[in-house]
């Protein structure tokens, strides 16, 4: 939540396009008269000091101008004022900290539970007791249960060990709990068809893909993976690549669950089958 605050105040990139907010013109306007404005009477005094036939100022100050403002001082000026430029007004501040403050907290829960009918009641009634609103739910089956992933709201005052807590008492397994934001509760299916499709446009795609997926990161160490130095407690998903033999993911913490694997290999079988195509497309 601190973290938030600050990079709301600071007016840091957005989180899902990168961007920075867009500065308003009366700021902008001023930025560039700043970096422009000593420029041009430096120049100006040398030229009025030297005389120099007209044509030589002429030139002079066109070339120089344009050069050395366009390319080198204006964006230097921007660079040095971002801070300024892109950060909110304080109106703007004001109302989003507060919007902040009233805000619920969301949370990604992962629990393991025996594969019998009413535990996942038990685990809604725990969450009910402590006005917990479950947002999202996906069923992950195991040899010996079910792995479960929920995006929980919360109330602001609920601890995370409170939320912790009931997940265990409702006999839970292995539960894991993370802070999370609104893009968590995308819904699934879209997502994994977005991802598929970049996959068709782009093979080469794979490796990011399937690490958005599944929210784990490529293995780049090839010494680990070829002398067999990577865990064995699951958290390693090996994939073959149609082009490179095999990509290997990791995820610290969470094993992969038969169903994260098979979605996987699926991407990969996309990714070749479009590699595979390619060839025959271009020749068209």
């Keep these: 939540m601190e973290q938030l605050r600050r990079s709301v105040a600071a007016g840091s990139a957005c989180d899902v396009c990168g961007r920075l907010p867009q500065p308003r013109r009366f700021r902008l306007s001023l930025a560039k008269l700043a970096a422009v ?18 044509l030589v100022a002429v030139g002079l100050l066109a070339v120089t101008t344009t050069a050395l403002v366009i390319w080198v001082v204006e964006p230097s000026a921007m660079r040095l004022l971002r801070g300024w430029l892109h950060a909110p007004a304080q109106r703007t501040r004001r109302a989003t900290h507060e919007t902040i403050e009233r805000a619920p907290s969301l949370w990604r829960i992962r629990v393991t539970l025996d594969d019998e009918a009413g535990q996942l009641d038990r685990l809604t009634g725990q969450l009910a007791e402590l006005d917990v609103n479950i947002l999202d739910l996906s069923v992950h089956p195991l040899a010996d249960g079910v792995r479960d992933e929920l995006v929980v709201c919360t109330p602001d005052t609920l601890a995370a060990g409170d939320l912790l807590g009931a997940v265990e008492a409702a006999g839970g397994r292995d539960a894991q709990l993370w802070p999370t934001t609104a893009l968590a ?30 929210g784990a990161r490529v293995v780049t160490d090839r010494l680990a993976i070829s002398h067999g130095l990577l865990p064995a407690d699951g958290s390693v998903l090996k994939v073959p690549s149609p082009w490179s033999g095999l990509i290997v993911f990791t995820r610290a913490g969470e094993a992969f669950t038969p169903a994260e694997s098979a979605r996987a290999h699926r991407l990969a079988q996309i990714a070749e089958l479009s590699r595979a195509e390619r060839p025959l497309a271009d020749r068209v």
Excluded: F, N
């Design 37 to 54: 404005l000593p420029v041009e009477l430096a120049l100006h005094a040398l030229v009025l000091a030297l005389h120099p036939p007209y």
């Design 185 to 214: 509760l995308v819904d699934g299916q879209t997502e994994a068809l977005h991802l598929a499709a970049r996959v068709v446009a782009d093979p080469s795609e794979l490796p990011h893909a399937i690490s958005e997926l599944l």
